[in-house]
T-cell receptor, first 113, second 110 residues
Framework: GAGVSQSPSNKVTEKGKDVELRCDPISGHTALYWYRQSLGQGLEFLIYFQGNSAPDKSGLPSDRFSAERTGGSVSTLTIQRTQQEDSAVYLC???????????FGPGTRLTVL | RKEVEQDPGPFNVPEGATVAFNCTYSNSASQSFFWYRQDCRKEPKLLMSVYSSGNEDGRFTAQLNRASQYISLLIRDSKLSDSATYLCVVLMDSSYKLIFGSGTRLLVRP
């Protein structure tokens, strides 16, 4: 079946602009996660959803970052007033439930000029 | 101290070699453990879960030592296609976050 998909695959934006990243999880997966990976670095947890609810937002780097999930499916990660340090690959993952293995999408490579 | 620590490598081994990676974690309450593989500029993919009794999948063997809080991955008969970064991952059941190590890079040469 189809895996996790993310769009866009690449995004180049100017400092100060807002960006919206989209994730389509595997059908039926109730849990959805956002991570980011900076060049040469490990993955940094940002936020997870169980259904439409995000119980833990502590991983979001600043109040410029927000995420939502509607209908228990698609999720969007929004970064307002982007900064150069926001440049990274943003990865989305989904799993059938919270304690199961996570399946990753191909990521969105964000470059802030 | 990082929650999950790995030797970054790289480990440079010839084809056919056996190579082992270790990983340590700091939170004794961690419940679930995984090894993921990440190819250059690709997303991480699950290689195998790590069970308390140890588990094997073909040429790959994973072990967990809860008392010492470390996880290992053994790769036998290395193939060129094994070249990748191997990520040690711990699931914090209390928060449902996957905590990733920064990865160990493996290069298998002909």
């Amino acid at each position: 079946g189809a895996g996790v998909s993310q769009s866009p695959s690449n995004k180049v934006t100017e400092k100060g602009k807002d960006v919206e990243l989209r994730c389509d999880p595997i059908s039926g997966h109730t849990a959805l996660y956002w991570y980011r990976q900076s060049l040469g670095q490990g993955l940094e947890f940002l936020i997870y959803f169980q259904g439409n609810s995000a119980p833990d937002k502590s991983g979001l780097p600043s109040d410029r970052f927000s995420a939502e999930r509607t209908g228990g499916s698609v999720s969007t990660l929004t970064i307002q007033r982007t900064q150069q340090e926001d440049s990274a690959v943003y990865l989305c993952a989904s799993s059938p439930a919270l304690v199961y293995e996570q399946f990753f999408g191909p990521g969105t490579r964000l470059t802030v000029l | 101290r990082k929650e999950v620590e790995q030797d970054p490598g790289p480990f440079n081994v010839p084809e056919g070699a056996t190579v082992a990676f270790n990983c340590t974690y700091s939170n004794s309450a961690s419940q679930s453990f995984f090894w993921y593989r990440q190819d250059c500029r690709k997303e991480p993919k699950l290689l195998m879960s790590v069970y308390s009794s140890g588990n094997e999948d073909g040429r790959f063997t994973a072990q967990l030592n809860r008392a010492s809080q470390y996880i290992s991955l053994l790769i036998r008969d290395s193939k060129l296609s094994d070249s990748a970064t191997y990520l040690c991952v711990v699931l914090m059941d209390s928060s449902y976050k996957l905590i990733f190590g920064s990865g160990t890079r493996l290069l298998v040469r002909p």
